[in-house]
């Protein structure tokens, strides 16, 4: 028995998020099935995180058990012959002894990107937000660094959320402006459902100047969802990458780079 690592871009789109559903596409199905076909065996696969309806991955990562026999070169051109258009997998590799790709993971990284113009793209549409409103980036950015450190997000959750416990760490927000778009960074241990999109939509409040930069603060202090504000959309959010200890190989993006010394005391 063999452990197989894969690192997975999705367009989210059209899918209603990453875990298995019977009634509705989802991106974990479309893959083992593509990945059965070369194992010529039912292959169950296990991800670093779950992403939600219409969220997007430049590089989801995650682990298969196989008794098949093949190259790292079936895994990944082989399997992409048998994926839909808006699934790839970009690169594959033998896992080492004790890797999962949920729970060996240590940090996660997201992107979530606003459109901000009087405008909406036609070519853009369903990857970034649209935000007509002009947002104050510098603003955000100094309003983000409120949520660095260890922190009860309970302000930052879905009501709905099944996680024990509400806190985090989060390693670093960075935002700021290229051009028309506003671009929001961010890495912690993990995520809460909808905090990503939560934070989005508290920073944009306050970028559009309908909230003050101490309100990031404020929030954390009061711990009640129902003051957070608006989650923004789904559409502008992907997850860009996974952080793992140097032994188990796994290629880094180099955004992580920036995580404090802390956040790789298991390298």
């Not at 950015?141 to 660095?148: G, K, N, R, T, V």
Request: proline share 5%.
């Amino acid at each position: 028995m063999k452990r197989i690592v894969l690192g997975i871009e999705y367009d989210g789109s059209h899918f209603y998020g990453w875990q298995w559903q019977v009634q509705h596409r989802n991106v974990q199905d479309v893959l083992q099935q593509a990945l059965s076909k070369i194992a010529q065996h039912p292959i169950t696969v296990q991800c670093a995180g779950r992403t939600d309806t219409g969220v997007h991955a430049f590089e989801q990562v995650v682990h298969f058990d196989t008794t098949a026999v093949r190259s790292l070169e079936a895994w990944h051109r082989g399997t992409n012959t048998h994926l839909p258009p808006d699934v790839r997998v970009i690169w594959a590799q033998e896992a080492v002894s004790d890797f999962h790709a949920r729970y060996s993971a240590i940090a996660r990284f997201y992107r979530y990107v606003i459109l901000n113009r009087a405008t909406p793209s036609a070519l853009s549409h369903g990857q970034t937000t649209w935000c007509p409103l002009p947002l104050d980036a510098e603003k955000m950015h100094e309003a983000a660094q409120s949520l660095i450190g260890q922190h009860d997000f309970t302000s930052f959750r879905a009501q709905g959320c099944q996680s024990k416990s509400p806190c985090r760490r989060m390693y670093f927000v960075d935002v700021r402006r290229e051009n028309e778009k506003v671009i929001i960074e961010l890495s912690a241990n993990a995520f809460l459902h909808h905090m990503v999109r939560n934070i989005a939509g508290v920073l944009m409040a306050i970028g559009a100047g309908k909230q003050p930069v101490s309100w990031t603060r404020e929030l954390l202090d009061v711990k009640c969802r129902k003051l957070g504000g608006v989650t923004a959309p789904p559409d502008g959010l992907h997850l860009a990458g996974v952080y793992y200890p140097e032994h188990y190989g796994i290629t880094k993006n180099p955004i992580f780079n920036k995580l404090p010394a802390d956040a790789r005391r298991f390298d």
